[in-house]
């Protein structure tokens, strides 16, 4: 079986408690995604802070509706980028695209991925890259959108 | 395998599909023919031999080889009709199910004694898939019409209380589904079809998930118009039916036009055939339409009554088994009445797409998802659900390596 490879022990844990979960105030800008094969969705907020005139991540809050894969995607996003300078940050998301590109042969960075390591195995279903997608990319649009605001 | 109604080992046999491996090396248990069937050999085998034998552009050329795609294309054509108990000259050939509603759709926003006009009402249902909703809900847009709907009841059934008042004397159309690809609900279509034809309404069944399921007589049915696709049928991708009454098509302008559907064309303006060719622009799928003669053919072979029988063994099977599971709750009606072979459900901690992993890992394919269906599974209160699908190809055992393969999600995910 290689159900074990794409549900490690992380995604599973991050799935049955997810961090950073349910809807926060203040926020720069919130954005609702939605998967339209699987109606999964998400609705994220994004509050920025300046720091030394660099833009940071204060806070990712977000609710969502979905497989393990998605909500699990989502919490360790927000582990990430919570507290990073946004540039940072978008290295990090830019990372995990390419990891989730990878159709299983990725070479993650731990260092730089952390817990989303864990998603290697998921890359190689194709079926399921959207979902474990859907929390970034909204996090991304949410980011871009606040920045807007901020300009 | 043998049941009753079908010998099924032998209909196995010849789906080459259902002979591999899946994942695992696991034999594939294809539970998903909801979404597109597997094709059998007789099918593969007139497509090649279209293409090998008699390969011309058909109505056109005067040689042999274009006579005899013609003869393949409109023999099509004549097998398409005699399965509806319906005239050749009431079958157009088009994409698929989905195109046939559009071009129904176009055909009522275009000028005509047809033609939907503001302040008129178009009736559809929540349990319609997307293909016989979002082309009403944009004719409606285009016309200033106003769309309304038949609710669906917590068991999956259409609520018809109210179907007098619903159909008023501004209904120009009540379009439904003759066979829903989530619960499997079979609707009332001739009641409907009386209703509506009582206060002058058209009538357009979706039948592409009884058509290749139950027997279907277009009289009975009452509906003016009926669509379906080949390939969730046993023929091939790439064609499907337009069903229409002939004095409705005659009334009908073209939706795609250039080539192929003419009279007489001036830089000017052009005229056009009558139907069915009106509605068939370009080259055909001639070996499509071979495909979905074959298939036909296999269906015939089989016996529509026995095909639906079998089926309705296979579901019931299928809901006792699911109902004995503990967190397992089945979309839709709870017996075999007046519903088909698309069983949805549930599984309670379980995601639908965790659900359909475990089981794809198991090598048992099934549908997770919305299954195009949005309005209705937010109508039953839920966001996704797995569905399995059966067909003339499937058997007990299958139904039971389901119910096996949800226990063994349950229990990887804890909630079992």
């Known amino acids: 079986m290689q159900l074990e490879s794409m549900y490690q022990d992380i995604i599973l844990d991050h799935y049955r408690n997810p961090h950073h979960k349910g809807l926060r105030d203040p926020f720069d800008a919130e954005v609702h995604h939605v998967n339209p094969v699987c109606g999964d969705e998400v609705t994220l907020r994004v509050s920025l802070k300046d720091v030394n005139g660099e833009p940071v991540v204060e806070d990712v809050s977000y609710d969502s509706l979905g497989c393990s894969i998605s909500q699990a995607s989502a919490s360790v996003m927000s582990d990430l980028v919570i507290g990073k300078p946004v540039a940072e940050a978008m290295t990090i998301s830019q990372a995990f695209l390419e990891l989730m590109q990878s159709k299983g042969e990725g070479q993650p960075d731990e260092g730089l991925l952390e817990d989303a390591v864990a998603f290697v195995g998921v890359s190689k279903y194709p079926a399921r890259i959207k979902c474990a997608l859907l929390g970034w990319m909204a996090w991304k649009d949410a980011t871009a959108q606040a920045m807007e605001v901020a300009q | ?416």
């Open chain 2, 1 to 416: 395998m043998t049941s009753v109604h079908l010998d099924v080992e032998a209909v196995r046999a010849d789906f080459p599909a259902l002979a591999r491996t899946v994942r695992n090396d696991k034999p594939l248990v294809y539970l998903d023919s909801g979404a597109t069937s597997q094709k059998p050999v007789q099918v593969l085998d007139a497509v090649r031999s279209a293409y090998e034998q008699h390969n011309a552009a058909a109505h056109r050329g005067t040689h042999l080889l274009g006579e005899e795609a013609t003869d393949l294309y409109e023999g099509a054509r004549a097998k398409v009709a005699a399965f509806l108990a319906a005239r050749p000259d009431e079958v157009v050939f088009t994409k698929n199910a989905t195109e046939a509603v559009n071009l129904v759709a176009y055909a009522l926003s275009a000028p005509g004694r047809l033609q939907v006009r503001a302040g008129d009402e178009v009736l559809i249902t929540e349990m319609e898939h997307h293909a016989n909703l979002v082309p009403w809900q944009q004719l409606c847009e285009r016309t200033g019409a106003t769309l309304r709907w038949l609710d669906v009841t917590p068991e999956g059934r259409l609520d018809l209380d109210d179907l007098d008042t619903m159909i008023t004397g501004r209904t120009r159309i009540v379009a439904v589904t003759h066979q829903s690809n989530v619960t499997g609900t079979i609707p009332p279509v001739a009641e409907i079809a009386r209703a509506a034809h009582e206060k002058g309404a058209l009538v357009l069944a979706d039948g592409a998930q009884s058509v290749p399921h139950q027997p279907v007589d277009v009289t009975a049915l009452g509906a003016d118009f009926l669509v379906f696709s080949s390939h969730k049928m046993l023929g091939p991708y790439g064609i499907g039916v337009l069903f229409g009454r002939a004095e409705l098509l005659e009334a009908m302008p073209p939706f795609l036009t250039g080539g192929s559907m003419i009279e007489v064309v001036r830089m000017e303006g052009s005229t056009f055939l009558p139907p069915p060719q009106r509605f068939e622009p370009g080259v055909p799928a001639i070996a499509e339409a071979a495909g979905l003669a074959a298939a036909v053919d296999y269906l015939t072979a089989l016996g529509m009554d026995n095909v639906a029988a079998h089926e309705e063994s296979l579901t019931a099977h299928a809901l006792d088994a699911l109902r004995e599971i503990d967190g397992v709750r089945i979309l839709g009606p709870d017996t075999t009445k007046d519903r088909g072979g698309a069983v949805a459900f549930e599984v309670d901690g379980v995601h639908p797409h965790d659900v359909g992993q475990v089981l794809d890992e198991l090598g048992i394919a099934v549908r997770t998802g919305h299954h195009c269906a949005w309005p209705l599974h937010r109508a039953l209160g839920v966001q996704a659900s797995t569905r399995a699908s059966f067909y003339v190809y499937n058997t007990h055992d299958e139904v039971d390596a389901l119910a096996d393969g949800i226990r063994y999600a349950q229990r990887f995910f804890g909630t079992g």
